[in-house]
């Protein structure tokens, strides 16, 4: 095949999606097992409360403001033993921490928002939406990882969140991220989207999967275009990431050529999935479709994947 998928960006692609803003320079090389305390102990420090996959706002000049001080953090009940540095802004240590108060009895002034809303709606700005990502997955894993995989013992948390040390057996444990293959099948003419059976009315989007230990991206971009849609496909390439805290994955976002036409679709996992030609996809990413039909929204991975390749074929 000779055709180009897209032209070069002039933007790193990945820099188009949700939570990709996150400013936080980590100095990863510092982490220390003191590092939580001295950054508590820095007056300018600024935190993230998060309780049961939601964070905290503060409704502030008519908007919402993600960051608390650590004394203010107090009656929220902080868990500031269980919180995670995530690094250093221009302003300070910021970290994430484990609030205690029920979301149902906070203040007026505040309000506990699930993530995905937060992203969706736009609440705050894409460096702190960054922020939140990063401290949401750490926060999780430690919350699900709270004992030593391989004896059992209570794990205790070090460097700054970035590891769990098993007292009894001395075993190390390290923060997951589980990487999600997404995947758009494209020709010049048409790309092929799927609908799941928990989307919103009218979504269509491009197909997903976890890749399994062993595989390649490419392996599993093939895979899972063969098992749910009955497509084979040729070359895969990739296109762009995304940090995706549901609740510690990296969305890996390829391109993929069809090798065959004929779909068969796997309807256990998809309720739809068919072909769509370049004008309806632009109608779809315009929210223009005479069937209601859409795309996922800006800033989600599949938009951008799908946005691509509408605007380069439209280009070509
Ligand atoms: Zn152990």
Redesign the pocket.
């Known amino acids: 095949m000779s055709f180009r998928l897209f032209d070069a960006p002039l933007r790193e692609p990945s820099q188009f999606v949700g939570f990709a803003g996150n400013m936080i320079d980590r100095q990863s090389e510092n982490r220390a097992d003191d590092s939580v305390e001295k950054a508590l102990a820095d007056p300018a420090a600024r935190l993230l409360l998060m309780h049961g996959g939601r964070l905290y706002l503060k409704l502030r000049d008519g908007g919402f403001d993600p960051w608390f001080g650590a004394e203010e953090s107090q009656p929220l009940q902080a868990s500031l033993d269980h919180g995670v540095l995530l690094g250093f802004s221009d302003s300070g240590p910021v970290l994430a921490v484990p609030a205690g108060v029920d979301p149902e009895q906070l203040p007026e002034t505040i309000k506990a928002i699930d993530y995905r809303s937060v992203y969706m709606q736009g609440l705050i700005d894409e460096a702190a939406a960054g922020a939140m990502a990063q401290g949401a997955a750490l926060l999780a894993w430690h919350a699900s990882h709270r004992f030593?995989s391989?004896?059992g013992?209570e794990a205790e948390m070090r460097a700054g969140g970035y590891k769990r040390l098993?007292p009894?057996?001395a075993?190390e444990h390290f923060p997951r991220t589980d990487p999600v293959a997404i995947m758009l099948t494209v020709t010049r003419e048409k790309c092929l989207l799927g609908r799941g059976r928990h989307f919103a009315p009218g979504m269509y989007s491009a197909l997903a999967g976890f890749i399994e230990p062993g595989e390649t991206i490419e392996a599993a971009v093939r895979r899972e275009t063969l098992e749910e849609a009955g497509i084979r496909l040729g070359r895969v390439v990739y296109h762009a990431s995304q940090p995706w805290p549901f609740p510690y994955s990296l969305m890996i976002g390829c391109f993929g050529e069809p090798l065959n036409d004929d779909i068969q679709a796997d309807l256990n996992e998809l309720e739809d999935c068919r072909w769509f030609f370049r004008d309806e996809v632009l109608s779809m990413l315009a929210r223009q479709h005479p069937g209601g039909l859409v795309t996922p929204p800006k800033g989600a991975i599949a938009y951008n994947l799908i946005r691509a390749w509408a605007d380069s074929a439209q280009n070509s």
Do not use: F, H, M
């Open positions: 030593c391989k004896c013992t098993c009894a057996c075993t």
